[in-house]
Protein backbone atom coordinates (compact mmCIF):
# COMPACT_ATOMS: atom_id res chain seq x y z
CA UNK A 1 0.00 0.00 0.00
CA UNK A 2 1.57 3.31 -1.19
CA UNK A 3 1.06 6.22 1.10
CA UNK A 4 -1.94 8.49 -0.05
CA UNK A 5 -0.77 12.37 -0.33
CA UNK A 6 -3.44 14.87 -0.05
CA UNK A 7 -1.64 17.24 -1.94
CA UNK A 8 -2.77 15.18 -4.97
CA UNK A 9 -6.29 16.74 -5.16
CA UNK A 10 -4.81 20.38 -5.01
CA UNK A 11 -2.80 19.06 -8.62
CA UNK A 12 -6.25 18.16 -9.80
CA UNK A 13 -7.35 21.45 -8.71
CA UNK A 14 -4.40 22.96 -10.89
CA UNK A 15 -5.12 20.92 -14.05
CA UNK A 16 -8.94 21.66 -13.89
CA UNK A 17 -8.42 25.72 -13.12
CA UNK A 18 -6.04 26.65 -15.50
CA UNK A 19 -6.30 23.99 -18.44
CA UNK A 20 -2.91 24.76 -19.60
CA UNK A 21 -2.97 28.30 -19.06
CA UNK A 22 -0.33 27.97 -15.71
CA UNK A 23 2.62 25.39 -15.14
CA UNK A 24 2.40 23.87 -11.56
CA UNK A 25 5.74 24.58 -9.09
CA UNK A 26 5.56 22.24 -6.43
CA UNK A 27 8.22 23.31 -4.02
CA UNK A 28 9.37 21.39 -0.74
CA UNK A 29 12.15 19.67 1.35
CA UNK A 30 14.34 16.96 -0.38
CA UNK A 31 12.60 13.10 -0.09
CA UNK A 32 9.36 14.56 0.80
CA UNK A 33 7.95 12.65 -2.47
CA UNK A 34 7.34 15.52 -4.68
CA UNK A 35 8.29 13.34 -7.11
CA UNK A 36 6.86 10.42 -6.66
CA UNK A 37 3.57 12.32 -6.77
CA UNK A 38 4.16 14.39 -9.70
CA UNK A 39 4.52 10.60 -11.56
CA UNK A 40 1.76 9.33 -10.01
CA UNK A 41 -0.54 12.02 -11.18
CA UNK A 42 1.03 11.60 -14.57
CA UNK A 43 0.00 8.15 -14.65
CA UNK A 44 -3.06 8.58 -13.41
CA UNK A 45 -4.22 11.88 -15.70
CA UNK A 46 -2.32 11.73 -18.71
CA UNK A 47 -2.21 9.47 -21.84
CA UNK A 48 1.97 10.18 -21.74
CA UNK A 49 4.12 11.68 -19.89
CA UNK A 50 8.34 12.52 -19.77
CA UNK A 51 9.97 13.04 -16.57
CA UNK A 52 12.89 15.14 -16.72
CA UNK A 53 14.95 14.98 -13.73
CA UNK A 54 17.59 17.51 -14.06
CA UNK A 55 19.73 15.48 -11.37
CA UNK A 56 20.36 13.16 -14.76
CA UNK A 57 19.38 14.81 -17.51
CA UNK A 58 22.19 14.39 -20.57
CA UNK A 59 23.84 17.36 -22.48
CA UNK A 60 21.37 17.08 -25.83
CA UNK A 61 18.03 17.45 -23.58
CA UNK A 62 20.15 20.84 -21.64
CA UNK A 63 20.95 22.17 -25.17
CA UNK A 64 17.54 22.13 -26.38
CA UNK A 65 16.55 25.11 -24.48
CA UNK A 66 18.88 26.84 -26.15
CA UNK A 67 16.38 26.12 -29.51
CA UNK A 68 12.72 27.19 -28.16
CA UNK A 69 12.44 29.35 -31.50
CA UNK A 70 11.50 26.15 -32.51
CA UNK A 71 8.94 24.10 -30.92
CA UNK A 72 8.73 21.67 -33.25
CA UNK A 73 12.62 20.72 -32.86
CA UNK A 74 12.60 20.96 -29.11
CA UNK A 75 9.91 18.55 -28.51
CA UNK A 76 11.34 15.97 -31.53
CA UNK A 77 14.45 15.73 -29.15
CA UNK A 78 12.29 15.19 -25.55
CA UNK A 79 10.25 12.25 -27.70
CA UNK A 80 13.39 10.96 -29.38
CA UNK A 81 15.56 11.12 -25.60
CA UNK A 82 12.99 9.62 -23.31
CA UNK A 83 11.35 7.23 -25.98
CA UNK A 84 7.89 8.54 -25.43
CA UNK A 85 5.50 9.66 -27.94
CA UNK A 86 3.41 12.95 -26.67
CA UNK A 87 0.23 14.26 -27.69
CA UNK A 88 -1.16 17.73 -28.00
CA UNK A 89 -3.56 18.49 -24.49
CA UNK A 90 -3.70 14.48 -23.50
CA UNK A 91 0.54 14.86 -21.91
CA UNK A 92 2.52 16.28 -19.16
CA UNK A 93 5.95 17.10 -18.96
CA UNK A 94 7.89 17.01 -15.67
CA UNK A 95 10.63 19.13 -14.62
CA UNK A 96 11.94 17.50 -11.63
CA UNK A 97 15.07 19.06 -9.62
CA UNK A 98 14.20 22.16 -11.31
CA UNK A 99 16.38 24.05 -9.23
CA UNK A 100 19.68 22.32 -10.80
CA UNK A 101 18.41 24.08 -14.15
CA UNK A 102 17.08 27.48 -13.68
CA UNK A 103 16.98 28.06 -17.77
CA UNK A 104 14.23 24.96 -17.85
CA UNK A 105 12.27 27.27 -15.36
CA UNK A 106 12.59 30.47 -17.27
CA UNK A 107 11.53 28.08 -20.01
CA UNK A 108 7.78 27.82 -18.91
CA UNK A 109 6.81 31.27 -19.93
CA UNK A 110 6.83 30.16 -23.54
CA UNK A 111 6.20 26.30 -23.44
CA UNK A 112 2.90 27.46 -21.48
CA UNK A 113 2.17 30.16 -24.34
CA UNK A 114 3.02 27.01 -27.17
CA UNK A 115 -0.19 25.42 -25.23
CA UNK A 116 0.48 22.01 -26.24
CA UNK A 117 1.50 20.12 -23.31
CA UNK A 118 1.12 20.48 -19.12
CA UNK A 119 3.70 21.18 -16.97
CA UNK A 120 5.18 20.24 -13.75
CA UNK A 121 7.90 21.51 -11.87
CA UNK A 122 9.48 20.54 -8.96
CA UNK A 123 11.97 21.67 -6.55
CA UNK A 124 13.51 22.61 -3.47
CA UNK A 125 15.69 26.11 -2.97
CA UNK A 126 13.38 27.55 -5.44
CA UNK A 127 13.80 31.21 -4.08
CA UNK A 128 17.53 31.14 -3.21
CA UNK A 129 19.23 33.84 -5.34
CA UNK A 130 21.98 31.84 -6.89
CA UNK A 131 18.46 29.57 -9.02
CA UNK A 132 17.27 32.96 -9.92
CA UNK A 133 20.01 35.55 -10.48
CA UNK A 134 20.11 34.98 -13.77
CA UNK A 135 16.53 34.38 -15.32
CA UNK A 136 13.23 35.84 -15.48
CA UNK A 137 10.84 34.18 -13.13
CA UNK A 138 8.20 32.76 -15.27
CA UNK A 139 4.57 34.39 -14.48
CA UNK A 140 2.29 31.52 -16.09
CA UNK A 141 3.30 29.07 -12.80
CA UNK A 142 1.21 28.45 -9.79
CA UNK A 143 3.04 27.91 -6.64
CA UNK A 144 1.99 24.98 -4.12
CA UNK A 145 4.46 23.97 -1.24
CA UNK A 146 4.31 20.33 -0.03
CA UNK A 147 4.98 19.12 3.15
CA UNK A 148 5.81 16.11 4.90
CA UNK A 149 3.40 13.32 5.75
CA UNK A 150 1.04 14.58 7.96
CA UNK A 151 -0.70 12.98 11.06
CA UNK A 152 -3.67 12.05 9.09
CA UNK A 153 -1.91 11.11 6.06
CA UNK A 154 -0.12 8.69 8.49
CA UNK A 155 -3.28 7.27 9.99
CA UNK A 156 -4.82 6.87 7.01
CA UNK A 157 -1.26 4.31 5.82
CA UNK A 158 -1.43 2.50 8.96
CA UNK A 159 -4.69 1.16 8.56
CA UNK A 160 -6.44 3.75 11.18
CA UNK A 161 -9.00 5.61 9.07
CA UNK A 162 -12.04 4.48 10.84
CA UNK A 163 -10.13 5.83 14.72
CA UNK A 164 -8.97 9.27 12.25
CA UNK A 165 -12.99 9.80 11.41
CA UNK A 166 -13.75 8.92 15.53
CA UNK A 167 -11.58 11.69 16.30
CA UNK A 168 -12.92 14.60 13.97
CA UNK A 169 -16.28 13.25 15.13
CA UNK A 170 -15.39 13.91 18.24
CA UNK A 171 -13.70 17.55 17.57
CA UNK A 172 -16.89 18.11 15.79
CA UNK A 173 -19.19 17.59 18.45
CA UNK A 174 -16.36 18.99 21.07
CA UNK A 175 -16.59 15.80 22.93
CA UNK A 176 -13.56 13.43 24.41
CA UNK A 177 -12.68 9.95 22.71
CA UNK A 178 -13.52 6.96 24.63
CA UNK A 179 -10.94 6.29 27.10
CA UNK A 180 -9.19 3.24 25.30
CA UNK A 181 -10.19 5.21 22.31
CA UNK A 182 -7.79 8.05 23.34
CA UNK A 183 -4.61 5.75 24.87
CA UNK A 184 -4.55 4.19 21.11
CA UNK A 185 -4.79 7.80 19.11
CA UNK A 186 -1.96 8.99 21.55
CA UNK A 187 0.04 6.12 21.23
CA UNK A 188 -0.14 6.27 17.43
CA UNK A 189 0.76 9.98 17.59
CA UNK A 190 3.62 9.65 19.44
CA UNK A 191 4.62 6.88 16.94
CA UNK A 192 4.22 9.24 14.29
CA UNK A 193 5.98 11.93 16.20
CA UNK A 194 8.94 9.82 16.68
CA UNK A 195 8.88 8.37 12.93
CA UNK A 196 8.37 11.38 11.34
CA UNK A 197 7.43 12.44 8.00
CA UNK A 198 9.62 11.36 5.62
CA UNK A 199 7.96 8.75 3.31
CA UNK A 200 11.27 6.61 3.61
CA UNK A 201 11.14 5.99 7.11
CA UNK A 202 7.26 5.61 7.04
CA UNK A 203 7.57 2.66 4.66
CA UNK A 204 10.40 1.31 6.57
CA UNK A 205 9.12 1.38 10.02
CA UNK A 206 5.44 -0.71 8.27
CA UNK A 207 7.19 -2.65 6.36
CA UNK A 208 9.16 -3.93 9.18
CA UNK A 209 6.86 -4.32 12.10
CA UNK A 210 6.62 -1.15 13.57
CA UNK A 211 10.54 -1.03 13.64
CA UNK A 212 12.09 2.53 14.57
CA UNK A 213 15.58 1.60 13.97
CA UNK A 214 14.63 0.59 10.65
CA UNK A 215 13.00 4.22 10.03
CA UNK A 216 15.91 5.68 11.93
CA UNK A 217 18.32 4.20 9.57
CA UNK A 218 16.35 6.08 6.38
CA UNK A 219 16.43 9.18 8.63
CA UNK A 220 19.75 9.24 9.24
CA UNK A 221 20.48 8.89 5.25
CA UNK A 222 18.28 11.92 4.52
CA UNK A 223 20.31 13.68 7.23
CA UNK A 224 23.16 13.27 5.49
CA UNK A 225 21.76 14.41 2.08
CA UNK A 226 20.31 17.69 4.10
CA UNK A 227 24.14 18.12 5.32
CA UNK A 228 25.47 17.64 1.71
CA UNK A 229 23.18 20.21 0.41
CA UNK A 230 24.18 22.76 3.35
CA UNK A 231 27.61 22.38 1.85
CA UNK A 232 26.77 23.07 -1.28
CA UNK A 233 25.38 26.47 0.17
CA UNK A 234 26.86 29.71 -1.42
CA UNK A 235 30.43 29.90 0.44
CA UNK A 236 30.13 33.29 2.17
CA UNK A 237 27.81 31.67 4.50
CA UNK A 238 27.88 28.04 4.38
CA UNK A 239 29.27 27.90 7.85
CA UNK A 240 26.89 29.70 9.03
CA UNK A 241 23.81 27.84 7.76
CA UNK A 242 25.72 24.54 9.03
CA UNK A 243 26.47 26.10 12.30
CA UNK A 244 22.43 26.79 12.95
CA UNK A 245 21.36 23.96 11.66
CA UNK A 246 23.89 21.40 13.85
CA UNK A 247 22.90 23.50 17.29
CA UNK A 248 19.24 22.87 16.15
CA UNK A 249 18.11 20.56 19.26
CA UNK A 250 20.74 22.14 21.48
CA UNK A 251 18.56 25.45 20.95
CA UNK A 252 15.21 23.56 21.48
CA UNK A 253 16.40 22.05 24.11
CA UNK A 254 16.69 25.16 25.88
CA UNK A 255 14.18 26.92 28.18
CA UNK A 256 13.26 29.54 25.45
CA UNK A 257 13.98 27.42 22.63
CA UNK A 258 15.05 30.38 19.93
CA UNK A 259 18.56 30.89 18.66
CA UNK A 260 21.08 32.47 20.99
CA UNK A 261 23.92 33.70 18.22
CA UNK A 262 26.94 34.03 21.23
CA UNK A 263 26.65 30.35 21.14
CA UNK A 264 27.64 29.97 17.76
CA UNK A 265 29.46 32.94 17.06
CA UNK A 266 31.11 35.09 20.12
CA UNK A 267 30.12 38.50 18.41
CA UNK A 268 27.48 37.20 16.06
CA UNK A 269 24.47 39.59 15.15
CA UNK A 270 21.39 38.64 13.40
CA UNK A 271 21.63 40.97 10.27
CA UNK A 272 25.04 38.63 9.50
CA UNK A 273 22.48 35.48 9.60
CA UNK A 274 19.78 36.55 8.05
CA UNK A 275 21.03 34.81 4.72
CA UNK A 276 22.14 31.70 6.66
CA UNK A 277 18.28 31.84 7.96
CA UNK A 278 16.42 32.32 5.00
CA UNK A 279 18.48 29.57 3.44
CA UNK A 280 16.90 26.95 6.20
CA UNK A 281 13.66 28.22 5.99
CA UNK A 282 13.45 28.22 1.94
CA UNK A 283 15.03 24.68 1.79
CA UNK A 284 12.25 23.99 4.02
CA UNK A 285 14.38 21.89 6.32
CA UNK A 286 13.81 23.66 8.69
CA UNK A 287 10.18 26.28 9.83
CA UNK A 288 11.53 29.31 11.76
CA UNK A 289 9.15 31.01 13.69
CA UNK A 290 9.55 34.87 14.73
CA UNK A 291 8.31 36.73 17.71
CA UNK A 292 5.47 39.04 17.25
CA UNK A 293 5.94 42.34 19.23
CA UNK A 294 2.56 43.49 19.23
CA UNK A 295 -0.30 40.43 18.03
CA UNK A 296 -2.36 42.87 15.57
CA UNK A 297 -3.33 42.62 12.23
CA UNK A 298 -0.81 41.60 9.72
CA UNK A 299 1.65 39.38 12.48
CA UNK A 300 4.38 39.67 10.23
CA UNK A 301 3.83 43.33 10.20
CA UNK A 302 5.28 43.18 14.26
CA UNK A 303 7.75 40.63 13.47
CA UNK A 304 11.03 40.61 15.68
CA UNK A 305 13.97 39.03 13.55
CA UNK A 306 16.39 39.03 16.35
CA UNK A 307 14.10 36.65 18.45
CA UNK A 308 13.33 33.27 16.50
CA UNK A 309 13.29 30.03 16.91
CA UNK A 310 14.30 27.01 14.30
CA UNK A 311 12.27 23.99 14.56
CA UNK A 312 13.13 21.20 12.02
CA UNK A 313 10.81 20.64 9.14
CA UNK A 314 9.97 16.75 10.20
CA UNK A 315 10.65 15.57 13.84
CA UNK A 316 11.07 12.13 12.91
CA UNK A 317 13.91 13.75 11.57
CA UNK A 318 14.81 16.17 14.89
CA UNK A 319 14.65 12.56 16.74
CA UNK A 320 17.81 11.39 14.59
CA UNK A 321 19.24 14.58 14.68
CA UNK A 322 19.12 14.97 18.40
CA UNK A 323 20.56 11.61 19.58
CA UNK A 324 23.55 8.99 18.09
CA UNK A 325 22.42 5.70 17.37
CA UNK A 326 24.23 4.50 20.79
CA UNK A 327 22.29 7.20 22.39
CA UNK A 328 19.13 5.74 21.52
CA UNK A 329 20.17 2.29 22.53
CA UNK A 330 21.62 3.20 25.51
CA UNK A 331 19.17 5.09 27.10
CA UNK A 332 15.85 3.02 25.28
CA UNK A 333 15.20 6.45 23.96
CA UNK A 334 12.24 5.01 21.87
CA UNK A 335 10.41 2.66 24.74
CA UNK A 336 10.74 5.59 27.44
CA UNK A 337 8.78 8.10 24.90
CA UNK A 338 6.11 5.65 24.03
CA UNK A 339 5.74 4.89 28.00
CA UNK A 340 5.62 8.65 28.73
CA UNK A 341 8.56 8.16 31.11
CA UNK A 342 11.28 10.41 29.72
CA UNK A 343 11.14 14.21 30.44
CA UNK A 344 13.88 14.92 28.82
CA UNK A 345 13.58 16.50 25.47
CA UNK A 346 10.04 15.62 25.00
CA UNK A 347 9.07 19.02 25.66
CA UNK A 348 11.16 19.60 22.63
CA UNK A 349 9.11 17.01 20.40
CA UNK A 350 6.09 17.41 21.25
CA UNK A 351 6.41 21.80 19.88
CA UNK A 352 8.67 20.72 17.19
CA UNK A 353 5.85 18.46 15.94
CA UNK A 354 2.38 21.45 16.31
CA UNK A 355 5.17 23.63 14.75
CA UNK A 356 4.91 21.10 12.04
CA UNK A 357 1.12 20.82 11.79
CA UNK A 358 0.90 24.65 12.38
CA UNK A 359 3.35 24.87 9.16
CA UNK A 360 1.63 22.38 7.08
CA UNK A 361 -1.65 23.90 7.14
CA UNK A 362 0.13 27.47 5.12
CA UNK A 363 0.66 29.25 8.12
CA UNK A 364 3.85 31.32 9.65
CA UNK A 365 4.93 30.33 12.62
CA UNK A 366 4.89 33.23 15.40
CA UNK A 367 5.34 33.17 19.59
CA UNK A 368 5.00 35.70 21.94
CA UNK A 369 6.89 36.68 25.32
CA UNK A 370 7.61 39.16 27.78
CA UNK A 371 10.10 40.29 30.00
CA UNK A 372 9.77 41.07 33.53
CA UNK A 373 11.98 43.80 34.92
CA UNK A 374 11.25 43.31 37.96
CA UNK A 375 11.42 39.54 37.83
CA UNK A 376 14.71 39.67 35.87
CA UNK A 377 12.92 36.54 33.20
CA UNK A 378 9.97 36.16 30.88
CA UNK A 379 7.00 36.34 32.69
CA UNK A 380 4.73 35.52 29.84
CA UNK A 381 5.45 32.63 27.21
CA UNK A 382 3.25 31.69 24.27
CA UNK A 383 4.44 29.20 22.02
CA UNK A 384 2.60 29.91 18.98
CA UNK A 385 0.20 32.99 17.54
CA UNK A 386 -2.30 31.85 14.99
CA UNK A 387 -4.85 34.51 13.25
CA UNK A 388 -8.00 34.09 11.45
CA UNK A 389 -6.23 35.88 8.90
CA UNK A 390 -9.26 38.03 8.56
CA UNK A 391 -8.36 42.01 7.61
CA UNK A 392 -11.37 43.37 9.44
CA UNK A 393 -12.76 41.14 12.10
CA UNK A 394 -9.16 40.13 12.88
CA UNK A 395 -8.84 37.65 16.11
CA UNK A 396 -5.48 36.05 17.42
CA UNK A 397 -5.52 32.21 18.99
CA UNK A 398 -2.43 31.94 21.75
CA UNK A 399 -1.08 28.54 21.51
CA UNK A 400 0.87 26.30 24.49
CA UNK A 401 1.96 23.47 24.05
CA UNK A 402 2.37 20.83 27.48
CA UNK A 403 4.39 17.32 27.27
CA UNK A 404 3.01 16.54 30.66
CA UNK A 405 -0.32 16.13 32.02
CA UNK A 406 0.67 18.73 34.83
CA UNK A 407 1.18 22.13 33.96
CA UNK A 408 0.15 25.88 34.89
CA UNK A 409 -2.07 28.40 32.56
CA UNK A 410 -0.33 31.26 33.89
CA UNK A 411 1.15 32.83 30.79
CA UNK A 412 -2.03 32.16 28.78
CA UNK A 413 -3.97 33.64 31.84
CA UNK A 414 -1.59 36.74 31.54
CA UNK A 415 -1.88 37.03 27.82
CA UNK A 416 -5.39 37.19 27.81
CA UNK A 417 -5.53 39.71 30.51
CA UNK A 418 -4.03 41.89 28.09
CA UNK A 419 -4.72 41.19 24.73
CA UNK A 420 -8.51 39.63 25.64
CA UNK A 421 -10.12 42.09 22.89
CA UNK A 422 -8.32 40.21 19.96
CA UNK A 423 -8.62 36.56 21.34
CA UNK A 424 -10.55 34.36 19.55
CA UNK A 425 -10.08 30.67 21.06
CA UNK A 426 -7.12 29.99 23.53
CA UNK A 427 -5.40 26.65 23.08
CA UNK A 428 -3.68 24.13 25.35
CA UNK A 429 -2.39 21.20 23.06
CA UNK A 430 -1.63 18.26 25.90
CA UNK A 431 -1.39 14.48 26.17
CA UNK A 432 -5.07 14.57 28.48
CA UNK A 433 -8.17 14.14 26.22
CA UNK A 434 -10.21 16.73 24.83
CA UNK A 435 -11.93 19.59 27.67
CA UNK A 436 -13.49 22.51 27.59
CA UNK A 437 -12.38 24.87 30.63
CA UNK A 438 -14.23 27.90 30.70
CA UNK A 439 -12.92 29.64 27.28
CA UNK A 440 -9.74 27.21 27.07
CA UNK A 441 -9.80 24.67 24.87
CA UNK A 442 -7.51 21.52 25.17
CA UNK A 443 -6.95 19.23 22.94
CA UNK A 444 -4.74 16.38 22.67
CA UNK A 445 -1.86 16.77 19.99
CA UNK A 446 -3.54 14.12 17.44
CA UNK A 447 -6.57 16.85 17.30
CA UNK A 448 -4.50 19.88 16.42
CA UNK A 449 -4.02 19.08 12.53
CA UNK A 450 -8.13 19.79 12.79
CA UNK A 451 -7.84 23.69 14.58
Known amino acids: MEIKRNIYNKIADWKKQTNGTKALLIEGARRIGKSTVAEKFAKNEYKTYIL ?8 KVKDAFNYLDNMDVFFQTLTLEYNTRLFQRESLIIFDEIQKFPKAREAIKYLVADGRYDYIETGSLISIKENVQNITIPSEERKIQMYPVTFEEFMIYMDEEILLDYIKECFENRQPLDREMHNKAMRLFKEYMLVGGMPQAIVAYK ?41 IPGFLSSHEKRIILKEIEKNGTFDRYDEPL ?133 SLLAFKEIFKKRIDTQIIVHPKNFSVDDDVIKIPPYMMYLI
Open 207 to 247: KNGRDFNAADIEKRDILSLYEDDIKKAAKRYQSKVSAIFDN
Open 52 to 59: IDFNKAGK
Open 278 to 410: FWLGDSMICNLCYKCNDPNIGLALNRNDSYVKCYMGDTGLLVSHAFSENEITDVQLYKQIMDGKLSLNQGMLYENVISQIITASGRKLYFYTRYSEKKHRNDIEIDFIISNESKTMFKISPIEVKSSKNYTTS
